[in-house]
């Protein structure tokens, strides 16, 4: 191409571009001379504009996935094989993760955070494909903390504005029964300890589906209330040989944890079924007790609709109730309505089915710890006078100040920790 | 006369823009007056009976009652109100002192201040009346908190100053500013969490893995609610007092429908 040079050689005007590998050389298209070169090494005023831009500054970040993310992928894939999930579930887990990895708040958070990342990711996945798993279970296996796994989870819904659906209890359990060792015998558990898987799951799920109805499961940890519904299935099946074991016993050979709050739900529940039971009256003679009741929790649960319905009454309506009846006449809401219930029978004294109970949650039950009294109405328009003395009684005397820095130097004596700056 | 008749026309007139502006806010059905040409007794909004009759040739508008209007009743009618009033519980404010504030000096000369500056960079001072908290910062900053209302919560940041200024700083009050309001109150019925999060998932959060209580965050007013099974709500993350009354009346109906009658 004519660019308006000539050839020393040969004074062609034929000068061709023609790089040589990476250095631009003008060449004579006659006689092959080079007639100029471009420069193999760069100057350093060049190469300002070159300079090197850190990483995350760079579209490099966006580009590729970082060893960070790479990580965290790969343990969000093992997660899912340990805890045995459909293949369809990792790959749902791992898009939450990379759409989580987006957020610059997650990009730059600690080691610790992007590992619980992982568990939130599996946990919403299987949470949206109602497959129980609990977050003390991955709390577990992740070896997390669950204050710092529930900080993390709450902020991952919110930031990818998901919605997640509750944990479904009657799915958890089935598989958190099905867990028990107690449906063979072994040197551990004796014949007598062994269940039928399908009857234990039935009258648990009876059990939890009671304990739902009478207010013991909103609110409460999900996992202690199957614990004791587990128990006292297994214990009612047969219970001449099995009421002499405990709870602690029972978890210990099904080799299952016992959740602290079990035994307050097992007593709740226990409550709940001695009120039912004081509905039948072949049963109300035999005046039972909390071990007794068990023995016949079988024939509770058959007509557990109707005993809840008879042994309760609606708590909401009692209460309203109640309040306009102590304005009224100035008798506690209980008294009322209990002589209302009795005065309805016909059944002599001591025949008659106990007058039902409330049916509240139990924290409703409980006497309040302390009773409040109403703030008093204050008068205080934030513009009053401010007194000296008032303020003056917050100050220190100068002998105060004198004996402070006397401790204050002879505590940093004693410690030798110098002073604060 | 004319006069006289031409002024009451006048009056009448500015009465009923007064009224039908009234009408607007208002909001519920009322019977509008209207100009009755026949002479009909137009309804008032406090029906207070005529105690003037029209004056023969001219055309009633609105006949001028005997007293001024009474204000008007709130938008909402009784029956729908919930009759509870939240209780403020907590209010949060901050303050600033402005001037540069020497932090040891302070915890020195001050009986009521407690400070730790490897735990925490600020003063912790409390005073008794009103029962408040404060923290006071060097770079003259102030946040106080535990007040029960706006003026307490002010009164107290104001004696909070007045006690760095007898401690010899040159503390000013400037742009006062109440940065967050906690109220709670109680419906007095138990309420089924996981149903209302079922309805309103969009709204609320409940694992009760990890909490007892449903968290609702409401847009408008922009507030979080903490529901519990024994009826129990907690309010926060107003500016004003009317925040937390306006999610309160919010809530409740939606409440109420989850309230298990048999």
């Known amino acids: 191409m004519p660019g308006g040079g000539r050839c020393p050689d040969c004074g062609s005007t034929e000068l061709v571009e023609d790089s040589h590998y990476s250095q631009s050389q003008l060449v004579c298209s006659d006689c092959g001379c080079v007639v100029t070169e471009g420069v193999l090494t760069t100057t350093f005023s060049d190469e300002g504009n070159l300079r090197e831009v850190t990483y995350s500054r760079s579209t490099g970040e966006n580009e590729q996935v970082s060893r960070s993310q790479q990580r965290g992928l790969r343990r969000v894939r093992d997660l899912c094989r340990v805890l045995q999930l459909p293949s369809t579930f990792e790959d749902t887990a791992v898009a939450y993760y990379q759409q989580a990895y987006r957020h610059p708040g997650i990009r730059a958070a600690r080691l610790q955070k992007k590992e619980v990342l992982v568990g939130c990711c599996v946990l919403i996945t299987c949470r949206q494909h109602n497959w129980p798993l609990t977050m003390g279970t991955i709390c577990a296996l992740l070896y997390a903390d669950l204050d ?83 128990f006292l299935a297994w214990q009612s099946l047969r219970p001449s040989e099995r009421l002499r074991c405990s709870l602690a016993r029972f978890c210990k050979l099904a080799d299952v944890d016992l959740p ?51 042994a309760f009454r609606d708590g909401t309506a009692e209460l309203e109730g109640g309040e306009k009846e102590l304005q009224g006449q100035g008798l506690g809401p209980g008294q009322g309505k209990a002589e209302a219930a009795s005065s309805s029978l016909d059944l002599p004294e001591g025949k008659r089915p106990a007058s039902p109970a409330l049916l509240l949650p139990p924290c409703m039950l409980k ?50 920790v110098p002073n604060p700056p | ?70 204000p008007i009743t709130p938008a909402t009618p009784a029956s729908e109100s919930s009759g509870i009033v939240p209780q403020l519980q907590n209010i949060v404010s901050t303050v600033n002192l402005g001037c540069k504030l020497d932090l040891k000096t302070i915890a020195l000369r001050a009986r009521n201040a407690e400070y730790n500056p490897k735990r925490f960079a600020a003063v912790i001072m409390r005073i008794r009346e009103p029962r408040t908290t404060a923290l006071i910062f060097s770079s003259g900053k102030m946040v106080c908190t535990g007040a029960k209302s706006e003026e307490q919560s002010r009164l107290a940041a104001r004696k909070y100053a007045r006690v760095v200024q007898k401690l010899g700083f040159p503390a000013k009050f400037l742009d006062f500013k109440i940065q967050n309001m906690v109220g709670s109150c109680d419906v007095k019925f138990p309420i089924r969490l996981e149903g209302l999060v079922l309805t309103h998932q969009q709204f609320s959060s409940y694992e009760p893995e990890l909490f007892p209580g449903l968290i609702y965050r409401m847009i408008k007013p922009r507030i979080v609610l903490l529901i519990f099974v024994s009826g129990k709500v907690v309010l926060t993350g107003a500016k004003v007092r009317a925040e937390i009354y306006e999610a309160f009346e919010n809530i409740y109906p939606i409440l109420k429908g989850f309230r298990k009658t048999t």
């Not at chain 1, 648990?204 to 207010?215: G, K, R, Y």
């Not at chain 1, 709740?268 to 016949?296: F, G, I, N, P, Y």
């Not at chain 1, 100050?395 to 401790?407: I, S, Y």
């Not at chain 2, 023969?56 to 009652?65: A, D, R």
């Open chain 1, 148 to 230: 710092v796994f529930s900080g993390t989870y709450m902020q991952i819904v919110k930031l990818l504005g998901l919605d997640v659906p509750s944990l479904c209890l009657a799915d958890l359990v089935k598989t958190y029964c099905s867990s028990f060792k107690l449906f063979q015998a072994s040197p551990s558990v004796p014949a007598k300890y062994v269940e039928d898987k399908e009857k234990m799951l039935s009258r648990t799920l009876q059990l939890v589906e009671l304990a739902d109805e009478t207010w013991l499961v909103t609110g409460r940890h999900p996992l202690p209330v199957i614990t004791a519904a587990t």
């Open chain 1, 260 to 310: 602290c709050p079990a035994s307050s739900r097992l007593q709740e529940l226990l409550t709940v079924l001695l009120r039912m039971a004081e509905q039948l009256a072949w049963l109300q003679v035999l005046r039972l007790d909390k071990r007794s009741v068990v023995k016949h929790i079988g024939d509770l649960l058959q007509h557990r609709h109707t005993l809840v319905r008879k």
């Open chain 1, 367 to 416: 006497p309040p710890k302390r009773i409040c009294p109403p703030p008093p109405i204050s008068t205080v328009t934030g513009d009053e006078d401010i007194s000296d003395s008032e303020i003056e009684q917050y100050l220190r005397t100068p002998q105060e100040m004198r004996d402070f820095q006397k401790a204050q130097a002879a505590r940093q004596a004693a410690t030798g």
């Open chain 2, 1 to 70: 006369q004319a006069q006289q008749q031409q002024a009451q026309q006048q009056a009448q007139q500015a009465q009923q823009q007064q009224q039908q502006a009234v009408a607007a806010v208002q909001q519920s059905t009322s019977q509008q007056a209207a100009p009755g040409a026949s002479g009909q007794t137009p309804q008032l909004f406090h029906s207070q009976t005529l105690t003037t009759a029209p004056l023969p040739g001219t055309t009633p508008l609105y006949p001028s009652p005997m007293t001024p209007m009474t």
